[in-house]
């Protein structure tokens, strides 16, 4: 695991930036790769079978045409790029649904401490982030995911940096809102239930 | 740059992933002026560490990289590397005819060393409680769903069918893909059913007799029947694993 990304991070700066990727070795790059490209997935598809489905195929993708990639540098970027199009091209087979950007309004800041997400059961953040709207989903997820940095973001989604920035700023605006409203009703139901 | 710029950029940074460039040290510079942006800039990245740590912990299907790997296709290659390759091939293929006498001697010895492998193998996914592909009380669900995943669709023996269904799982050994339905017997235990291509263990011909193997508290049994080979396994001993053969 640590092989390959010593080589991707000693390619961005040595001479050999732009060498061929065909021999870069399969195994380990779906070794140092699988798990953030299923856990973008699952945010994206919300369903961890179409999000084991999106991640065997970014890879099935890679093996069939990643030796078209020159840049050794680009391979993250291709793999988290190419997984997010299928997932597009599959949901444009599904619906039509077009979403759209929420007004700064209605997303009146709420407070979440971090204490108390620290404290909160990994389903519930699951499930909040799985509650926003796709354009704010995708670029959480990676930001959260810490495998990109915002620049890099924005060129895997393939839309502006200061689009970019404005959609994590409203997508964490809906994560908190999300979570506290879960943190509000767990404390209601908590009050309800009979004591003794 | 005021204050509001300031936090829509830092909004977006993270100490470590993200380069301090001229706009974030301009932005950290704003918000340190500051001490109520100060504190909104500790608790925003404590948050997005809490988040985030939540995030970078949610698993992976179990096997899901032994999915992958089984499955990648064979790779594009350019037309030096198919010659290199072709030759590399042929001095292969010399080597090989050389040793198919020997081969074609040892063909049985062969096999009966791949059984042992195989069944010790499938035996390991069974000893803890396998994750599984598909979770599903109805085989009529379970054969479909494997269908869909092009797995190899078992002929399930009757005194196996008679019980209920946990799910089913898509293994690999050796580049061949197993198919794994779990069912419910007494006890709370379970009975395990494999099926692989009779490629993966080619010695193992139709009509043979059963081959029973003990792998700690499991019994095998295996047997080929036309283009596939079953194993089932049970705890306990072979007459457990007999009760279920379809032919006793």
Same mark, same amino acid.
């Given at each position: 695991m640590e092989v390959v990304r010593t080589n991707l991070l000693a390619a961005s700066t040595a001479p050999t930036y732009h060498r061929s990727v065909a021999g870069l070795d399969f195994e380990k790059l779906v070794e140092e790769y699988y798990l953030p490209l299923y856990r973008f997935g699952l945010s994206l598809s919300r369903r961890e079978?179409?999000?084991?489905?999106?991640?065997?195929?970014? $890879? $099935?993708?890679?093996?069939?045409?990643?030796? +078209?990639?020159?840049?050794?540098?680009? =391979?993250?970027?291709?793999? $988290?790029?190419?997984?997010?199009?299928? $997932?597009?091209?599959?949901?444009? +087979? +599904?619906d039509r649904f077009v979403e759209t950007e929420s007004s700064a309004e209605a997303l009146a800041a709420q407070s979440v401490p971090a204490t108390v997400v620290n404290q909160l059961d990994g389903d519930i953040v699951q499930r909040a982030l799985f509650s926003l709207e796709e354009i704010y989903r995708a670029p959480l997820a990676l930001f959260y995911l810490q495998q990109h940095s915002y620049k890099e973001i924005a060129a895997t989604l393939?839309?502006? !940096?200061?689009? !970019?920035?404005?959609? !994590?700023?409203?997508?964490?605006?809906?994560?908190?809102?999300?979570?506290?409203?879960? =943190?509000?009703?767990?404390?209601?139901?908590?009050?309800?239930?009979?004591?003794? | 740059m005021d204050e509001q710029q300031a936090r829509l950029i830092l909004e977006s940074y993270r100490p470590g992933v993200d380069l301090e460039d001229a706009e974030i040290v301009a932005a950290l510079e704003t918000a340190g002026r500051n001490p109520e942006s100060a504190r909104w800039l500790e608790e925003e990245q404590a948050f997005d560490r809490a988040i985030g740590e939540h995030i970078q912990s949610i698993p992976a299907p179990y096997g899901l990289k032994t999915r992958?790997?089984?499955?990648?296709?064979?790779?594009?290659?350019?037309? *030096?590397?198919?010659?290199?390759?072709g030759l590399a &091939?042929?001095?292969?293929?010399?080597?090989?005819?050389?040793?198919?006498a020997d081969l074609w001697r040892n063909r049985g010895a062969e096999s009966s060393n791949l059984l042992p492998a195989y069944a010790s193998?499938?035996?390991?996914?069974?000893?803890?409680?396998?994750?599984?592909?598909?979770?599903?009380?109805?085989?009529?669900?379970?054969? #479909?769903?494997?269908?869909?995943?092009?797995?190899?669709?078992?002929?399930?023996p009757v005194k196996l069918a008679l019980l209920d269904p946990v799910g089913c799982?898509?293994?690999? *050994?050796?580049?061949?893909?197993?198919?794994?339905?779990?069912?419910?017997?007494?006890?709370?235990?379970?009975?395990?059913? *494999?099926?692989?291509?009779?490629?993966?263990?080619? #010695?193992?011909?139709? #009509?043979?007799?059963?081959?029973?193997?003990?792998? &700690?508290?499991?019994?095998?049994?295996?047997?080929?029947?036309?283009?596939?080979?079953y194993m089932i396994a049970v705890q306990g001993d072979e007459a457990a694993a007999r009760r279920f053969l379809p032919r006793t």
């Open positions: 079978s179409d999000a084991a489905d999106l991640t065997q195929q970014t $890879f $099935f993708l890679w093996a069939s045409k990643g030796h +078209q990639l020159r840049d050794l540098s680009k =391979v993250k970027t291709w793999l $988290f790029t190419s997984l997010y199009r299928e $997932f597009l091209g599959r949901k444009r +087979q +599904q393939e839309v502006p !940096i200061g689009t !970019i920035m404005s959609r !994590i700023s409203r997508g964490k605006a809906q994560l908190r809102k999300a979570l506290a409203d879960d =943190v509000s009703l767990m404390s209601k139901t908590e009050e309800e239930q009979p004591h003794g | 992958i790997l089984a499955r990648r296709p064979a790779p594009v290659t350019s037309r *030096f590397a198919r010659l290199i390759l &091939g042929a001095v292969a293929l010399l080597f090989l005819l050389a040793q198919v193998e499938m035996v390991s996914f069974i000893k803890v409680a396998p994750s599984l592909d598909l979770v599903s009380p109805n085989l009529r669900a379970i054969m #479909g769903w494997l269908e869909d995943e092009k797995a190899i669709p078992p002929h399930v799982r898509v293994l690999s *050994f050796r580049q061949h893909d197993v198919t794994l339905i779990c069912f419910n017997r007494e006890s709370g235990k379970l009975a395990h059913l *494999f099926v692989v291509d009779r490629a993966a263990l080619p #010695g193992l011909k139709p #009509g043979a007799a059963v081959v029973f193997q003990r792998e &700690g508290e499991w019994m095998t049994a295996t047997w080929a029947e036309n283009d596939q080979v």
